[in-house]
Protein backbone atom coordinates (compact mmCIF):
# COMPACT_ATOMS: atom_id res chain seq x y z
CA UNK A 1 0.00 0.00 0.00
CA UNK A 2 1.36 3.31 -0.63
CA UNK A 3 0.92 5.94 1.79
CA UNK A 4 0.56 9.43 -0.14
CA UNK A 5 0.25 12.91 1.51
CA UNK A 6 0.57 15.26 -1.04
CA UNK A 7 -1.92 15.83 -3.69
CA UNK A 8 0.88 16.29 -6.47
CA UNK A 9 2.44 13.07 -5.90
CA UNK A 10 -1.07 11.40 -5.48
CA UNK A 11 -1.79 12.07 -8.76
CA UNK A 12 1.20 10.76 -10.17
CA UNK A 13 0.96 7.29 -8.60
CA UNK A 14 -2.69 6.81 -9.03
CA UNK A 15 -2.82 4.17 -11.98
CA UNK A 16 -4.72 4.82 -15.23
CA UNK A 17 -6.87 1.75 -14.19
CA UNK A 18 -10.58 2.22 -12.46
CA UNK A 19 -10.30 3.30 -9.09
CA UNK A 20 -12.64 2.93 -6.18
CA UNK A 21 -12.71 5.50 -2.97
CA UNK A 22 -13.30 4.90 0.74
CA UNK A 23 -13.33 8.54 2.25
CA UNK A 24 -12.54 8.04 6.08
CA UNK A 25 -11.91 10.08 8.84
CA UNK A 26 -9.78 7.62 10.33
CA UNK A 27 -9.74 6.04 13.58
CA UNK A 28 -10.73 2.73 11.58
CA UNK A 29 -13.69 0.00 12.69
CA UNK A 30 -15.44 -2.76 11.12
CA UNK A 31 -17.85 -0.82 9.28
CA UNK A 32 -15.05 1.34 7.64
CA UNK A 33 -13.55 -2.45 6.46
CA UNK A 34 -16.65 -3.43 5.17
CA UNK A 35 -16.62 -0.76 2.58
CA UNK A 36 -12.90 -1.14 1.73
CA UNK A 37 -14.36 -5.02 1.06
CA UNK A 38 -17.68 -3.48 -0.93
CA UNK A 39 -14.95 -1.41 -2.74
CA UNK A 40 -12.81 -4.20 -4.05
CA UNK A 41 -15.97 -5.22 -6.33
CA UNK A 42 -16.04 -1.73 -8.14
CA UNK A 43 -12.55 -1.61 -9.24
CA UNK A 44 -8.98 -3.06 -9.74
CA UNK A 45 -7.89 -0.49 -7.40
CA UNK A 46 -9.26 0.48 -3.98
CA UNK A 47 -8.19 3.84 -2.57
CA UNK A 48 -9.12 5.25 1.16
CA UNK A 49 -8.66 8.52 2.22
CA UNK A 50 -8.19 9.09 6.21
CA UNK A 51 -9.01 12.93 6.74
CA UNK A 52 -10.53 14.99 9.26
CA UNK A 53 -12.11 17.51 7.92
CA UNK A 54 -12.30 20.96 10.21
CA UNK A 55 -15.26 22.65 7.82
CA UNK A 56 -17.70 19.88 8.51
CA UNK A 57 -17.29 20.40 12.65
CA UNK A 58 -19.45 23.29 14.43
CA UNK A 59 -17.35 25.51 16.28
CA UNK A 60 -18.32 23.76 19.59
CA UNK A 61 -17.93 20.08 17.87
CA UNK A 62 -15.58 17.39 18.62
CA UNK A 63 -12.67 18.10 15.95
CA UNK A 64 -10.04 18.27 18.29
CA UNK A 65 -10.84 15.06 20.27
CA UNK A 66 -12.14 13.22 17.69
CA UNK A 67 -10.16 10.26 17.54
CA UNK A 68 -7.20 9.74 15.42
CA UNK A 69 -5.02 6.56 15.59
CA UNK A 70 -2.96 6.93 12.11
CA UNK A 71 -0.81 4.18 12.76
CA UNK A 72 -3.48 1.30 13.71
CA UNK A 73 -5.19 3.05 10.34
CA UNK A 74 -2.32 2.09 8.40
CA UNK A 75 -2.03 -1.58 9.76
CA UNK A 76 -5.80 -1.90 9.12
CA UNK A 77 -5.82 -0.80 5.53
CA UNK A 78 -2.41 -2.31 4.66
CA UNK A 79 -4.06 -6.18 6.17
CA UNK A 80 -7.22 -5.07 4.23
CA UNK A 81 -4.73 -4.72 0.60
CA UNK A 82 -6.04 -1.45 0.38
CA UNK A 83 -3.53 -0.17 -3.07
CA UNK A 84 -3.66 3.68 -2.39
CA UNK A 85 -3.98 5.68 1.23
CA UNK A 86 -4.26 9.43 0.71
CA UNK A 87 -3.86 10.96 3.98
CA UNK A 88 -3.45 14.21 3.17
CA UNK A 89 -2.41 17.24 6.06
CA UNK A 90 -4.70 19.91 6.50
CA UNK A 91 -2.46 22.71 4.52
CA UNK A 92 -2.18 20.31 1.93
CA UNK A 93 -6.21 20.00 1.44
CA UNK A 94 -6.73 23.74 2.70
CA UNK A 95 -3.53 25.57 1.88
CA UNK A 96 -5.68 28.62 2.30
CA UNK A 97 -9.80 29.37 3.64
CA UNK A 98 -11.86 27.55 2.02
CA UNK A 99 -13.85 30.52 0.85
CA UNK A 100 -15.49 28.35 -2.06
CA UNK A 101 -17.66 25.14 -1.32
CA UNK A 102 -20.79 22.95 -2.42
CA UNK A 103 -24.08 24.65 -1.56
CA UNK A 104 -25.83 20.95 -0.58
CA UNK A 105 -29.50 20.66 -1.95
CA UNK A 106 -32.36 22.13 0.77
CA UNK A 107 -32.88 18.74 2.33
CA UNK A 108 -29.45 19.02 3.67
CA UNK A 109 -30.51 21.53 6.42
CA UNK A 110 -33.20 19.01 7.97
CA UNK A 111 -32.62 16.17 10.26
CA UNK A 112 -28.52 16.16 10.44
CA UNK A 113 -28.74 20.13 9.13
CA UNK A 114 -30.95 21.18 12.12
CA UNK A 115 -28.65 19.78 14.63
CA UNK A 116 -25.60 20.54 13.02
CA UNK A 117 -25.70 23.92 10.64
CA UNK A 118 -22.90 23.72 7.80
CA UNK A 119 -22.33 20.13 8.47
CA UNK A 120 -23.54 18.95 5.18
CA UNK A 121 -21.56 22.15 3.56
CA UNK A 122 -18.58 20.71 4.71
CA UNK A 123 -19.18 17.23 3.69
CA UNK A 124 -20.18 18.25 0.17
CA UNK A 125 -17.17 20.09 -0.04
CA UNK A 126 -14.22 18.01 0.97
CA UNK A 127 -15.88 15.10 -0.73
CA UNK A 128 -15.76 16.91 -3.76
CA UNK A 129 -12.33 18.37 -3.27
CA UNK A 130 -11.43 14.46 -2.45
CA UNK A 131 -13.01 13.18 -5.81
CA UNK A 132 -11.00 15.63 -7.63
CA UNK A 133 -7.75 14.65 -6.15
CA UNK A 134 -8.44 10.78 -6.56
CA UNK A 135 -10.44 10.64 -9.32
CA UNK A 136 -12.15 7.63 -8.45
CA UNK A 137 -14.88 5.92 -11.18
CA UNK A 138 -16.91 4.50 -7.83
CA UNK A 139 -17.39 6.01 -4.31
CA UNK A 140 -18.40 3.65 -0.96
CA UNK A 141 -19.82 5.10 1.62
CA UNK A 142 -21.82 3.77 4.72
CA UNK A 143 -25.69 4.02 5.31
CA UNK A 144 -25.05 4.77 9.16
CA UNK A 145 -24.20 8.74 7.96
CA UNK A 146 -27.91 8.18 5.75
CA UNK A 147 -28.33 11.52 4.86
CA UNK A 148 -25.00 11.92 4.12
CA UNK A 149 -24.69 9.57 1.08
CA UNK A 150 -27.97 10.92 -0.60
CA UNK A 151 -26.29 14.78 0.37
CA UNK A 152 -23.40 13.01 -1.76
CA UNK A 153 -25.91 11.40 -4.72
CA UNK A 154 -27.36 14.41 -5.08
CA UNK A 155 -24.27 16.43 -5.65
CA UNK A 156 -22.79 13.70 -8.02
CA UNK A 157 -26.23 13.85 -10.06
CA UNK A 158 -26.38 17.42 -10.13
CA UNK A 159 -22.78 18.45 -10.45
CA UNK A 160 -22.68 16.13 -13.45
CA UNK A 161 -19.94 14.12 -11.62
CA UNK A 162 -19.09 10.72 -12.80
CA UNK A 163 -18.43 9.11 -10.35
CA UNK A 164 -21.02 6.11 -9.51
CA UNK A 165 -22.01 6.23 -5.70
CA UNK A 166 -22.72 3.33 -3.51
CA UNK A 167 -24.36 3.24 -0.16
CA UNK A 168 -22.79 0.14 1.86
CA UNK A 169 -25.10 -1.50 4.43
CA UNK A 170 -24.59 -0.75 8.35
CA UNK A 171 -22.20 -3.03 10.56
CA UNK A 172 -23.17 -3.71 13.92
CA UNK A 173 -21.49 -5.21 16.66
CA UNK A 174 -23.38 -8.27 18.09
CA UNK A 175 -25.85 -5.91 20.54
CA UNK A 176 -26.95 -4.17 17.91
CA UNK A 177 -25.11 -0.87 18.25
CA UNK A 178 -24.09 0.40 14.62
CA UNK A 179 -20.01 0.85 14.63
CA UNK A 180 -18.89 4.17 14.83
CA UNK A 181 -15.44 6.20 15.86
CA UNK A 182 -17.41 7.84 18.29
CA UNK A 183 -18.93 5.10 20.17
CA UNK A 184 -15.04 5.03 21.73
CA UNK A 185 -16.58 8.23 23.49
CA UNK A 186 -19.06 5.92 25.70
CA UNK A 187 -18.18 5.09 29.42
CA UNK A 188 -18.81 1.29 30.19
CA UNK A 189 -22.01 2.44 31.62
CA UNK A 190 -23.13 4.33 28.49
CA UNK A 191 -21.88 1.28 26.30
CA UNK A 192 -24.21 -0.72 27.56
CA UNK A 193 -27.15 1.53 27.16
CA UNK A 194 -26.09 2.74 23.36
CA UNK A 195 -27.83 -0.23 21.78
CA UNK A 196 -31.32 1.12 22.36
CA UNK A 197 -31.25 3.61 20.17
CA UNK A 198 -31.01 1.03 17.23
CA UNK A 199 -33.80 -1.35 19.49
CA UNK A 200 -36.05 1.54 19.94
CA UNK A 201 -35.30 2.40 15.99
CA UNK A 202 -36.73 -1.50 15.62
CA UNK A 203 -39.51 -1.42 17.95
CA UNK A 204 -40.36 2.23 15.96
CA UNK A 205 -40.14 1.25 12.29
CA UNK A 206 -42.26 -2.41 13.25
CA UNK A 207 -45.11 -0.36 14.54
CA UNK A 208 -45.07 1.67 11.62
CA UNK A 209 -45.51 -1.36 9.61
CA UNK A 210 -48.31 -2.10 11.21
CA UNK A 211 -50.15 1.10 11.61
CA UNK A 212 -48.64 2.99 8.35
CA UNK A 213 -51.07 5.82 9.76
CA UNK A 214 -49.54 6.40 13.07
CA UNK A 215 -45.72 7.48 12.07
CA UNK A 216 -45.95 10.86 14.10
CA UNK A 217 -46.50 9.26 17.43
CA UNK A 218 -44.81 6.65 17.09
CA UNK A 219 -41.93 8.82 16.68
CA UNK A 220 -43.04 11.22 19.37
CA UNK A 221 -42.95 7.63 21.75
CA UNK A 222 -39.60 6.67 20.77
CA UNK A 223 -38.27 9.83 21.29
CA UNK A 224 -39.62 9.57 24.80
CA UNK A 225 -38.88 6.52 25.28
CA UNK A 226 -35.20 7.62 24.75
CA UNK A 227 -35.86 10.23 26.81
CA UNK A 228 -36.69 8.23 29.70
CA UNK A 229 -33.58 6.29 29.61
CA UNK A 230 -31.95 9.22 29.95
CA UNK A 231 -31.14 10.18 26.70
CA UNK A 232 -31.35 13.67 24.70
CA UNK A 233 -33.15 12.94 21.69
CA UNK A 234 -32.56 15.39 18.58
CA UNK A 235 -35.03 13.44 16.16
CA UNK A 236 -36.74 10.30 15.35
CA UNK A 237 -38.11 10.68 12.16
CA UNK A 238 -39.79 8.55 9.59
CA UNK A 239 -38.61 9.93 5.53
CA UNK A 240 -38.85 9.27 2.23
CA UNK A 241 -36.01 7.17 1.26
CA UNK A 242 -35.46 8.37 -2.33
CA UNK A 243 -35.06 12.39 -1.10
CA UNK A 244 -35.47 12.41 2.73
CA UNK A 245 -39.23 14.03 2.51
CA UNK A 246 -42.16 13.75 4.93
CA UNK A 247 -43.55 10.36 3.58
CA UNK A 248 -47.17 10.72 1.90
CA UNK A 249 -49.74 7.66 2.50
CA UNK A 250 -48.54 6.33 -1.29
CA UNK A 251 -44.92 6.45 -0.16
CA UNK A 252 -43.94 2.62 1.35
CA UNK A 253 -39.97 2.81 0.86
CA UNK A 254 -38.88 4.65 4.35
CA UNK A 255 -36.18 5.08 6.62
CA UNK A 256 -36.75 5.60 10.39
CA UNK A 257 -33.69 8.32 11.43
CA UNK A 258 -32.58 9.18 15.08
CA UNK A 259 -29.76 11.01 16.48
CA UNK A 260 -29.86 10.91 20.21
CA UNK A 261 -27.00 11.72 23.29
CA UNK A 262 -25.99 10.12 25.31
CA UNK A 263 -23.95 11.96 28.01
CA UNK A 264 -21.52 13.48 26.11
CA UNK A 265 -21.70 11.47 23.13
CA UNK A 266 -24.12 12.01 20.26
CA UNK A 267 -25.08 8.76 18.09
CA UNK A 268 -26.79 8.63 15.23
CA UNK A 269 -28.72 5.22 13.55
CA UNK A 270 -31.09 4.66 11.18
CA UNK A 271 -33.27 1.90 9.19
CA UNK A 272 -34.89 1.18 5.81
CA UNK A 273 -37.80 -0.18 5.94
CA UNK A 274 -41.21 -1.06 4.11
CA UNK A 275 -44.57 -0.65 4.75
CA UNK A 276 -45.98 -2.65 1.55
CA UNK A 277 -47.76 -5.17 2.75
CA UNK A 278 -45.40 -7.98 2.18
CA UNK A 279 -42.55 -5.79 3.79
CA UNK A 280 -40.54 -7.52 6.32
CA UNK A 281 -38.61 -6.11 8.70
CA UNK B 1 -16.15 18.26 -36.05
CA UNK B 2 -18.59 16.16 -33.89
CA UNK B 3 -21.58 18.19 -32.41
CA UNK B 4 -22.74 16.48 -29.60
CA UNK B 5 -26.50 17.16 -27.54
CA UNK B 6 -26.56 14.47 -24.57
CA UNK B 7 -24.01 13.60 -22.00
CA UNK B 8 -24.02 10.05 -22.62
CA UNK B 9 -22.79 10.48 -26.17
CA UNK B 10 -20.33 13.26 -24.81
CA UNK B 11 -18.22 11.03 -23.05
CA UNK B 12 -18.44 8.27 -25.06
CA UNK B 13 -16.81 9.87 -28.07
CA UNK B 14 -14.45 12.33 -26.05
CA UNK B 15 -10.73 10.77 -26.75
CA UNK B 16 -8.88 9.44 -23.91
CA UNK B 17 -5.96 12.29 -25.22
CA UNK B 18 -6.12 15.82 -23.78
CA UNK B 19 -8.87 18.23 -24.05
CA UNK B 20 -9.20 21.76 -24.09
CA UNK B 21 -12.45 23.33 -23.58
CA UNK B 22 -13.59 26.87 -24.61
CA UNK B 23 -16.91 27.32 -22.82
CA UNK B 24 -19.61 30.23 -24.38
CA UNK B 25 -23.07 30.71 -24.39
CA UNK B 26 -22.92 31.03 -28.83
CA UNK B 27 -23.56 34.01 -31.04
CA UNK B 28 -19.54 33.15 -31.29
CA UNK B 29 -17.50 36.55 -32.46
CA UNK B 30 -13.78 37.21 -33.46
CA UNK B 31 -12.99 37.34 -29.91
CA UNK B 32 -14.37 34.07 -29.35
CA UNK B 33 -12.57 32.31 -32.30
CA UNK B 34 -9.52 33.79 -30.50
CA UNK B 35 -9.97 31.94 -27.39
CA UNK B 36 -10.40 28.33 -30.10
CA UNK B 37 -6.88 29.98 -31.64
CA UNK B 38 -5.43 29.60 -28.08
CA UNK B 39 -6.81 26.95 -27.17
CA UNK B 40 -5.07 24.54 -30.24
CA UNK B 41 -2.05 25.79 -28.28
CA UNK B 42 -3.17 23.75 -25.00
CA UNK B 43 -4.47 20.17 -26.21
CA UNK B 44 -4.80 18.06 -29.68
CA UNK B 45 -8.24 17.96 -28.91
CA UNK B 46 -10.06 21.63 -28.65
CA UNK B 47 -13.85 21.26 -27.48
CA UNK B 48 -15.86 24.16 -27.41
CA UNK B 49 -19.28 24.31 -25.75
CA UNK B 50 -22.41 26.55 -26.05
CA UNK B 51 -24.85 26.68 -23.52
CA UNK B 52 -27.51 29.75 -22.80
CA UNK B 53 -27.15 28.96 -19.05
CA UNK B 54 -30.25 30.63 -17.29
CA UNK B 55 -28.71 30.15 -14.45
CA UNK B 56 -26.73 33.09 -14.50
CA UNK B 57 -29.77 35.42 -15.61
CA UNK B 58 -31.01 37.49 -12.94
CA UNK B 59 -35.10 37.59 -13.00
CA UNK B 60 -34.83 40.62 -15.59
CA UNK B 61 -31.99 40.02 -17.38
CA UNK B 62 -31.69 39.17 -20.92
CA UNK B 63 -31.63 35.45 -20.66
CA UNK B 64 -35.26 35.23 -23.25
CA UNK B 65 -34.03 37.83 -25.75
CA UNK B 66 -29.63 36.82 -25.35
CA UNK B 67 -28.83 36.11 -28.82
CA UNK B 68 -28.73 32.94 -30.36
CA UNK B 69 -26.84 32.23 -33.37
CA UNK B 70 -26.50 27.85 -33.50
CA UNK B 71 -26.38 27.35 -37.13
CA UNK B 72 -23.72 30.38 -37.72
CA UNK B 73 -21.91 29.61 -34.85
CA UNK B 74 -21.53 25.55 -36.07
CA UNK B 75 -20.34 27.03 -39.72
CA UNK B 76 -17.47 28.97 -36.91
CA UNK B 77 -16.74 26.63 -35.27
CA UNK B 78 -16.14 24.10 -38.39
CA UNK B 79 -13.87 26.59 -40.01
CA UNK B 80 -11.90 27.07 -37.14
CA UNK B 81 -10.85 23.13 -36.82
CA UNK B 82 -12.71 22.38 -33.44
CA UNK B 83 -13.06 18.98 -32.78
CA UNK B 84 -15.81 18.58 -30.54
CA UNK B 85 -18.85 20.88 -29.96
CA UNK B 86 -20.90 20.01 -26.94
CA UNK B 87 -24.15 21.99 -26.97
CA UNK B 88 -26.82 20.21 -24.55
CA UNK B 89 -30.62 21.65 -24.30
CA UNK B 90 -31.34 22.91 -21.33
CA UNK B 91 -32.81 19.62 -19.98
CA UNK B 92 -29.89 17.61 -20.35
CA UNK B 93 -28.02 20.18 -18.13
CA UNK B 94 -30.54 21.20 -15.45
CA UNK B 95 -32.77 17.45 -15.42
CA UNK B 96 -34.19 19.01 -12.55
CA UNK B 97 -34.14 22.05 -10.35
CA UNK B 98 -30.55 22.51 -9.60
CA UNK B 99 -30.59 22.67 -5.89
CA UNK B 100 -26.37 21.88 -5.55
CA UNK B 101 -24.88 24.96 -6.29
CA UNK B 102 -21.18 26.35 -6.05
CA UNK B 103 -20.78 29.25 -3.67
CA UNK B 104 -17.99 31.09 -4.90
CA UNK B 105 -15.69 33.41 -3.25
CA UNK B 106 -16.24 36.13 -1.20
CA UNK B 107 -15.22 38.57 -4.33
CA UNK B 108 -17.92 37.08 -6.49
CA UNK B 109 -20.41 39.64 -4.30
CA UNK B 110 -18.08 42.72 -5.24
CA UNK B 111 -18.79 44.53 -8.50
CA UNK B 112 -20.40 42.60 -11.14
CA UNK B 113 -21.93 40.47 -8.10
CA UNK B 114 -23.16 43.67 -6.45
CA UNK B 115 -25.03 44.92 -9.50
CA UNK B 116 -26.31 40.93 -10.33
CA UNK B 117 -26.93 38.85 -7.47
CA UNK B 118 -26.15 35.23 -7.68
CA UNK B 119 -24.60 35.93 -11.09
CA UNK B 120 -21.33 34.11 -10.16
CA UNK B 121 -23.21 31.75 -8.55
CA UNK B 122 -24.45 30.70 -12.00
CA UNK B 123 -21.41 30.78 -13.70
CA UNK B 124 -19.03 29.37 -11.28
CA UNK B 125 -22.08 26.27 -10.92
CA UNK B 126 -22.38 25.46 -14.51
CA UNK B 127 -18.74 25.66 -15.81
CA UNK B 128 -18.00 22.83 -13.34
CA UNK B 129 -20.97 21.03 -14.18
CA UNK B 130 -19.55 21.21 -18.21
CA UNK B 131 -15.95 20.67 -16.50
CA UNK B 132 -17.21 17.75 -15.19
CA UNK B 133 -18.68 16.71 -18.07
CA UNK B 134 -16.06 17.17 -20.92
CA UNK B 135 -12.81 16.55 -18.74
CA UNK B 136 -10.36 18.85 -20.36
CA UNK B 137 -6.74 19.55 -18.89
CA UNK B 138 -7.68 23.32 -19.83
CA UNK B 139 -9.67 25.63 -20.24
CA UNK B 140 -9.61 29.34 -21.85
CA UNK B 141 -11.67 32.13 -20.67
CA UNK B 142 -11.47 35.62 -22.05
CA UNK B 143 -10.18 38.46 -19.94
CA UNK B 144 -13.04 40.80 -20.85
CA UNK B 145 -15.16 38.95 -18.10
CA UNK B 146 -11.98 39.61 -15.92
CA UNK B 147 -14.01 38.65 -12.73
CA UNK B 148 -15.54 35.40 -13.93
CA UNK B 149 -11.85 34.20 -14.89
CA UNK B 150 -10.50 34.68 -11.44
CA UNK B 151 -14.10 33.35 -10.25
CA UNK B 152 -13.28 30.15 -12.11
CA UNK B 153 -9.94 30.30 -11.04
CA UNK B 154 -10.42 30.28 -7.46
CA UNK B 155 -13.20 27.81 -7.86
CA UNK B 156 -10.64 25.23 -9.46
CA UNK B 157 -7.91 25.62 -6.63
CA UNK B 158 -10.24 25.20 -3.85
CA UNK B 159 -11.79 22.71 -5.26
CA UNK B 160 -8.89 20.63 -6.28
CA UNK B 161 -10.17 20.67 -9.91
CA UNK B 162 -7.40 19.23 -12.21
CA UNK B 163 -7.77 21.69 -14.76
CA UNK B 164 -5.55 24.49 -16.25
CA UNK B 165 -7.18 28.14 -16.27
CA UNK B 166 -6.31 30.30 -19.03
CA UNK B 167 -7.06 33.64 -19.58
CA UNK B 168 -7.16 35.08 -23.15
CA UNK B 169 -6.39 38.64 -24.02
CA UNK B 170 -9.32 40.72 -24.62
CA UNK B 171 -10.24 40.93 -28.76
CA UNK B 172 -11.60 44.55 -29.72
CA UNK B 173 -12.83 46.01 -32.89
CA UNK B 174 -10.42 48.76 -34.67
CA UNK B 175 -12.25 51.70 -32.68
CA UNK B 176 -12.02 50.05 -29.51
CA UNK B 177 -15.07 48.00 -28.55
CA UNK B 178 -14.43 45.25 -26.87
CA UNK B 179 -15.92 42.13 -28.47
CA UNK B 180 -19.20 40.83 -27.62
CA UNK B 181 -22.81 38.91 -27.74
CA UNK B 182 -24.20 42.13 -26.22
CA UNK B 183 -22.68 44.63 -28.81
CA UNK B 184 -25.64 43.28 -30.92
CA UNK B 185 -28.47 45.06 -28.83
CA UNK B 186 -26.80 48.15 -29.77
CA UNK B 187 -28.47 50.63 -32.21
CA UNK B 188 -25.98 52.41 -34.89
CA UNK B 189 -25.70 55.51 -32.76
CA UNK B 190 -24.94 53.56 -29.55
CA UNK B 191 -22.53 51.63 -31.27
CA UNK B 192 -20.56 54.89 -32.56
CA UNK B 193 -21.15 55.71 -28.52
CA UNK B 194 -19.88 52.64 -27.09
CA UNK B 195 -16.03 53.02 -27.65
CA UNK B 196 -16.04 55.44 -24.84
CA UNK B 197 -16.02 53.09 -22.23
CA UNK B 198 -12.69 51.64 -23.28
CA UNK B 199 -11.27 54.98 -23.83
CA UNK B 200 -12.39 56.38 -20.75
CA UNK B 201 -11.10 53.42 -18.53
CA UNK B 202 -7.90 53.95 -20.82
CA UNK B 203 -7.37 57.70 -20.11
CA UNK B 204 -8.11 56.76 -16.12
CA UNK B 205 -5.60 53.96 -16.06
CA UNK B 206 -2.82 56.93 -17.47
CA UNK B 207 -4.27 58.99 -14.83
CA UNK B 208 -3.70 56.71 -11.96
CA UNK B 209 -0.58 55.78 -13.70
CA UNK B 210 0.78 59.29 -13.43
CA UNK B 211 -0.70 59.72 -9.97
CA UNK B 212 -1.02 56.39 -8.52
CA UNK B 213 -2.43 58.21 -4.91
CA UNK B 214 -5.04 59.52 -6.74
CA UNK B 215 -7.54 56.27 -7.55
CA UNK B 216 -10.70 56.83 -6.15
CA UNK B 217 -11.10 60.66 -7.40
CA UNK B 218 -9.98 59.56 -11.29
CA UNK B 219 -12.30 56.82 -11.02
CA UNK B 220 -15.21 58.88 -9.53
CA UNK B 221 -14.15 61.41 -12.61
CA UNK B 222 -14.40 58.30 -15.20
CA UNK B 223 -17.85 57.56 -14.08
CA UNK B 224 -19.32 60.81 -14.13
CA UNK B 225 -17.94 61.25 -17.95
CA UNK B 226 -19.37 58.44 -18.83
CA UNK B 227 -22.71 60.05 -16.73
CA UNK B 228 -22.29 62.84 -18.96
CA UNK B 229 -22.13 61.62 -22.15
CA UNK B 230 -25.16 59.59 -21.90
CA UNK B 231 -24.51 56.28 -20.04
CA UNK B 232 -25.49 54.79 -16.51
CA UNK B 233 -22.32 53.54 -14.70
CA UNK B 234 -22.67 50.68 -12.59
CA UNK B 235 -18.79 51.45 -11.47
CA UNK B 236 -15.29 52.19 -12.31
CA UNK B 237 -12.77 50.63 -10.02
CA UNK B 238 -9.08 50.43 -9.60
CA UNK B 239 -8.49 46.86 -8.13
CA UNK B 240 -5.33 44.28 -7.49
CA UNK B 241 -5.08 42.01 -10.52
CA UNK B 242 -4.67 38.80 -7.88
CA UNK B 243 -7.38 38.95 -6.03
CA UNK B 244 -9.77 42.06 -6.73
CA UNK B 245 -8.98 43.30 -3.60
CA UNK B 246 -8.79 47.32 -3.06
CA UNK B 247 -5.57 48.45 -4.05
CA UNK B 248 -2.96 49.33 -1.15
CA UNK B 249 -0.02 51.66 -1.48
CA UNK B 250 2.13 48.86 -2.37
CA UNK B 251 0.00 47.19 -5.10
CA UNK B 252 1.41 47.58 -8.63
CA UNK B 253 -0.01 45.07 -10.74
CA UNK B 254 -3.99 46.60 -10.93
CA UNK B 255 -6.80 46.57 -13.44
CA UNK B 256 -9.80 49.06 -13.93
CA UNK B 257 -12.79 47.55 -14.55
CA UNK B 258 -15.72 49.13 -15.40
CA UNK B 259 -19.40 48.25 -16.49
CA UNK B 260 -22.02 50.87 -17.43
CA UNK B 261 -25.37 50.84 -19.61
CA UNK B 262 -25.64 52.81 -22.80
CA UNK B 263 -29.20 52.71 -23.87
CA UNK B 264 -30.94 48.97 -22.85
CA UNK B 265 -27.60 47.81 -23.08
CA UNK B 266 -25.03 46.75 -20.12
CA UNK B 267 -21.63 46.78 -21.53
CA UNK B 268 -18.38 45.34 -19.58
CA UNK B 269 -14.49 46.14 -19.72
CA UNK B 270 -11.29 46.35 -18.24
CA UNK B 271 -7.45 46.87 -18.61
CA UNK B 272 -4.61 45.82 -16.68
CA UNK B 273 -1.96 48.40 -16.16
CA UNK B 274 0.94 48.33 -13.54
CA UNK B 275 1.97 51.43 -11.73
CA UNK B 276 5.18 50.74 -11.00
CA UNK B 277 7.42 53.61 -12.26
CA UNK B 278 8.55 51.46 -16.07
CA UNK B 279 5.08 50.40 -16.49
CA UNK B 280 3.75 51.70 -19.88
CA UNK B 281 -0.08 51.50 -20.93
Not at 207 to 231: F, K, Y
Not at 240 to 246: E, N
Amino acid sequence: MRVIREIPLLRSVLPATEICLVPTMGNLHHGHLALVKEARLHAECVAVSIFVNRLQFGPHEDFDKYPRTFSEDVDKLEAAGVDVLFAPDETSLYPARQTVVVTPPPFADDLEGRFRPGFFHGVATVVLKLFNCVHPTVAIFGKKDYQQLLVIQSMVEQLNVPISIVGSEIVRDSDGLALSSRNTYLSKEERTEAPALYAVLRKAARRIIDNPGDVLPTCEQASQELTHRGWRCDYIEARRRSDLGLPEREDSNLVLLGAARLGNTRLIDNIEFNTAPSAAL
